[in-house]
């Protein structure tokens, strides 16, 4: 294999027909000999490898491989003022011996598993400033046939098909662009188009969620373009089909947008991470909230699609079944997070299951054959809007099983009791907040009055595109989640713009701190194992030192409070794999910053983390800790290659350049 694959580097015909006797590969499937085929692991998106060279007894014994720098510095030495993001979010695969991943510009690299060195990188597609400019995606997707092989990417407004063994764009996919396919929508409403994650690969089609940068501008404007669902041929980038997350008229669903509103309505996609049952032909899409989602009352009745998981056939775009979490979102619960398909045990019963979670700190179990709730999800009555036009939803279905792996809504009892002083401190910074149990709607605000509902979890959710790992050996689903309370106040519009009657209101306030503390009860980023096979709660840890050495805590003796960011998770036979965040990661502090040293009263004995610990998945007792010296900002993956397991992790902070990091035993 090693000689097929130098020989591959060299395209000479020696390799061209050694190709001819490699064996096909399902799309998106691990690789017998350690592979990592799809940035979830395989279009299962369990997160998990079978791999145990690396295990409890040695773990410890972990050193760093390689480093690879991931800014491109090429790049930016080629295209002066080229700015790049610290935030590297991207998860390498490993197909036929080699690396492929966007650099922080989200160009394609391939590299080499053994040391980290070059094979080749994507140019842009035009020597131009604005062509050279992007941000990296979550992963790349694979595609193979016999002897031919592809590397989908997404950058920006493009879909790409590279040949794996030179990166350069395959002339004969795209139309009117070769080597590329245009994915902005073609509607008056549609900004540019974007996608952070990767495509799916399911037998030769490429299925495509996205979102659009801007849609409905989250405020006033109630008009957006939905962000459809669509399926492309991965030889030819045709267009295969597209479903319509938003329904149009006659389809299923139009009715749930009442008085009209699916006309103007959208906003709604799939930003996050796509599964697939390979063998079903299945694609599961989770789907986010739509158009403003704060206030709805422009867009009356439950609003099929949004908050929805919804089943597709790969290659044909027919809906087969769909569950709706949340009906006429008012908070921004999207389905965030990946499905994962895993296979469970429910009380003698074996169920081919998807295990969907939300940012609203549940996760939903479903037998994805056909959508049937493999426990009882309840339609409960919620609290009600008091906001003038609104029409809250009269229940919201509430999973039986399992029970949440985050805390939800917030009360008194809810509020920091670490010393009686930041117990009072709390109470007074929250009285003239609506607190409440989760639906609890969003409030009016008012200047001297109501500031808002104080929300938890938030609008970035305690899960979120980390959120989720499955081990199929013991049927233990892993969230990975953190807690922060946010805040809703809606008033009148003001915009003379504004196409809607109510908005958030620009005088509400985020939700209350103390001096950068959260006012909630730790922990603030954790780990918690649900039993996938009994539907209960196996253990909880914090994930992290937290703010425990703030300078109001720090002589209490407080254990590990843990730190509120979104690391994700990495399973293999023996251990669970979690860092613990990076401060480089957008949008994880929300509430005017807390947890942030710059400028939240913390002193320089605080930071971020920066480690990156291996758990006994039976316990979530720590087995070892790594001081990566930059906290993680994508999802580790592992890989064998020539005899030997490496575990990979994208790593930056603010202060530091965004780099790999390969961990591996050495003899």
């Known amino acids: ?35 990592w085929s799809y940035f979830g692991g395989d279009n299962n998106f369990q997160r998990y490898s079978p791999l145990d060279q690396i295990n409890a007894e040695n773990v410890a014994d972990l050193e760093i491989a390689w480093r690879r720098d991931g800014t491109a510095a090429w790049l930016r030495e080629r295209y002066e003022g080229l700015a790049g993001t610290k935030n590297l979010r991207s998860t390498p695969l490993l197909i036929d011996g080699v690396l492929y991943a966007h650099n922080v510009f989200g160009l394609v690299e391939a590299f080499d598993p053994a040391t980290g060195e070059t094979i080749w990188t994507q140019d842009p597609y035009e020597a131009t400033l604005l062509e050279a400019a992007g941000i990296s995606a979550r992963g790349v997707a694979h595609w193979e046939q016999g002897i031919d092989q592809r590397i989908l990417s997404v950058r920006g407004n493009y879909l790409y098909a590279l040949n794996p063994q030179t990166g350069e764009p395959f002339p004969d996919f795209g139309r009117e662009e070769p080597g590329r396919v245009n994915l902005t929508y073609n509607s008056e409403d549609a900004n540019n188009f974007a996608l952070t994650t990767s495509p799916l690969v399911v037998g030769d089609t490429a299925i495509i969620g996205g979102f659009l940068n801007g849609a409905g501008d989250g405020g006033s404007i109630k008009e957006a373009a939905p962000e459809n669902i669509r399926g492309f041929d ?6 295969k089909w597209e479903f319509n997350v938003v329904p149009r008229p006659g389809e299923f669903g139009y009715d749930t947008w009442e008085d009209g509103s699916a006309e103007w309505s959208g906003d709604l996609g799939s930003w996050c991470c796509l599964s697939a049952d390979n063998e079903l032909g299945i694609v599961y899409v989770p789907l986010g909230a739509p158009t403003s989602a704060y206030y709805g009352g422009h867009r009356p009745g439950d609003n099929l699609f949004a908050n929805s998981l919804v089943a597709l056939d790969a290659e044909s775009g027919e809906r087969l079944w769909h569950f709706q979490m949340i009906h006429h979102d008012l908070w921004e619960y999207d389905n965030s997070s990946p499905p994962i398909l895993g296979d469970i045990n429910v009380d003698g019963r ?20 056909n959508g ?13 809007s008091i906001v003038e036009g609104e029409a809250t939803s009269a229940t919201q279905p509430i999973p039986s099983r399992p029970p949440a792996f985050d805390r939800q809504g917030i009360s008194e009892e809810d509020l920091i009791d670490f010393t009686p002083a930041l117990r009072e401190q709390a109470l007074e910074l929250v009285a003239d907040f609506t607190l409440g149990p989760l639906y609890t709607p969003p409030s009016p605000w008012i200047e001297d009055g109501n500031q808002g509902t104080i929300t938890q979890p938030d609008a970035w959710g305690s899960g979120n595109w980390n959120t989720g790992a499955f081990d199929p050996d013991t049927g233990l689903y892993f969230a990975v989640s953190y807690t922060n309370p946010g805040n809703l106040g809606i008033a009148p519009t003001t915009s003379a713009s504004a196409t809607m009657t109510h908005t958030t ?11 950068g503390l959260p006012i909630v009860k730790p922990p603030y980023g954790r780990v918690t194992a649900l039993n996938m096979n009994t539907g209960e709660l196996e253990w909880s840890v914090a994930n992290g030192d937290g703010p425990r050495n703030h300078p109001l805590l720090r002589d209490l003796g407080l254990p590990p409070l843990g730190i509120p960011n ?12 979690v860092g613990e965040g990076s401060d480089a990661v957008i949008g994880v502090v929300p509430g005017g910053g807390a947890y942030d040293p710059s400028g939240s009263g913390y002193d320089e004995s605080w930071r971020w983390g920066t480690i990156f610990r291996a758990y006994d998945k039976a316990s979530g007792n720590v087995v070892a800790e790594f001081d990566l010296e930059k906290g993680t900002t994508g999802a580790p993956m592992t890989y064998m290659h020539e005899g030997k397991q490496y575990i990979v992790v994208a790593v930056s902070s603010r202060a530091t350049d965004p780099e790999w990091v390969a961990l591996a035993i050495n003899p």
């Open 350 to 369: 074996e169920i081919k299951a998807v295990m969907q979670a939300n940012k609203n700190g549940f996760v939903y179990v479903f037998d994805r054959t």
């Open 505 to 515: 209101a620009q005088g509400s306030p985020d939700a209350p701190n103390i001096q």
């Open 1 to 35: 294999m090693l000689i097929i694959r130098d020989c591959i580097y060299r395209r000479c015909a020696i390799c061209f027909f050694s190709f001819l006797y490699l064996p096909l590969l399902a799309n998106g499937q691990p690789l017998e000999d350690g592979g």
């Open 566 to 577: 979104r690391p994700a998770p990495l399973v293999t036979s023996s251990l669970l794999f």
């Open 372 to 384: 049937e709730p493999v426990w009882p999800i309840i339609e409960t009555a919620v609290p009600q």
């Open 234 to 239: 991965v030889r030819s980038g045709e267009l």
